[in-house]
């Protein structure tokens, strides 16, 4: 049985399980069962865990030329380590669903769809949709018991249709259907973005050269809470006009909506580990 590598070497255990024979009627014959291997299994369990950690952000190519073992051997392992459905009678609730795609090819319209759930303060993967057609997504959601589907109170995902028109063709209106902030937040930033264009190809027409200069990463000013901005940003983003208007605004924003100022200090959606929170679609 193949075992931890030590020093860099393989190691191999050999052993041989006791057997027992009830002095019952029927005499069966038990072999002993140890928590550290899985009967009829040629690896130990700490041998299975290493080689499933190996397996992130790896190819199985990779990992079975690192560990000497075949490719059939890990995908068997991947197989019996990770379930194809979910276990619906282990969760008590699910009270909200998250919906995301994933591109399998850069630059190529090809699809998966991930659904998340969260159960009390833990999130589940529930399931790792082939496409994100609507009919597909309808058939998932469907599957979920209705026992579950009544505790379900928010569905979040982005701004695609078919994901939301599948939640409202299965939920109807009594589940609130919320967008991902992080598309939310790609989509104020992007109007503030073209707005930012426009009034500095009209300020350039209009203002010296000196002028113009003093306007040079005016995109920070507006991105960036005040309290992370150099003084010399500062200073930019809020007394040469016309951003002083639009930092008042953004600042009125951000102040009134939290989820906002998350993205504006950190440019980048916070949803590894969990559900994305939801903000009202």
Known sequence: MRHLDLLGKPVYLRFRLPRDRCDCDEGPTTTQQVPWFNRRSRMSKAYEEHLLRACINSTLSDVAHKEGVSIETLQGLLDRHIATTPDWEALPSLEVIGIDEIALKKGHHDFV?????????????????????????????????????RTVRVLCSDLYEGFIGAAKAVFGRRVRVVADRFHVAKRYREAVDRLRKQELKRLKRTLSATQYQRLKGAMWALRKQPQDLSMDGRSRGYTVPPFVTISRLLSRLTAQQPVFVEHSCHGKSKRAGGIPGPHPH
């Open 113 to 149: 769809a991930i659904v998340t759930g969260q159960s009390g303060d833990r999130t589940h993967i529930l399931g790792v949709l082939k496409d994100r057609k609507k009919a597909t997504v309808v058939e998932f959601l469907s599957c979920i018991p209705k026992r579950l589907r």
